[in-house]
């Protein structure tokens, strides 16, 4: 019995790091959303899955507010550059989303409010 444990444990370790390459870095970028207000980006790279679609986490500022703990998750689809972002607030409640396009290093796309009554658009450059 003990063996089979231990098999079935190796295999199911060999088969999530086969299927996943971790990435180190930050990427940041700064920009526009609702061409009026300055915002940063800070997004951590945390899995790559399957070669198509990485995986971060982050947090932003935005500079007509002065919020700093603003936090995002979301993925990019390294193929087409799609990504989608959730936005939780200082408390973890969702409040938004980021819905765009990753074109080499600019992002481009719109935010629209959890309840969808606000929708703006917004344009990222990545600070090199």
């Not at 526009?32 to 990485?54: A, C, R, W, Y």
């Amino acid at each position: 019995m003990k063996r089979i444990l231990l098999l079935v444990t190796a295999c199911i370790f060999v088969a999530s790091t086969s299927f996943a390459q971790y990435s180190e870095g930050e990427e940041n970028y700064v920009g526009m959303i609702n061409q009026d207000e300055k915002i940063v980006l800070h997004l951590t790279p945390k899995v790559i899955m399957s070669g198509h679609t990485m995986t971060y986490s982050g947090a932003y500022q935005n500079a007509s507010t002065q919020r700093d703990k603003l936090t995002l998750e979301g993925r990019i689809n390294m193929d087409t550059g799609r990504f989608s972002f959730v936005e939780r607030d200082e408390e973890g409640k969702v409040i938004g989303h980021f819905l765009g396009v990753r074109k080499g290093k600019t992002v481009q796309g719109t935010w629209r409010s959890i309840d969808k009554k606000e929708e703006v658009p917004f344009t990222l450059t990545k600070k090199s």
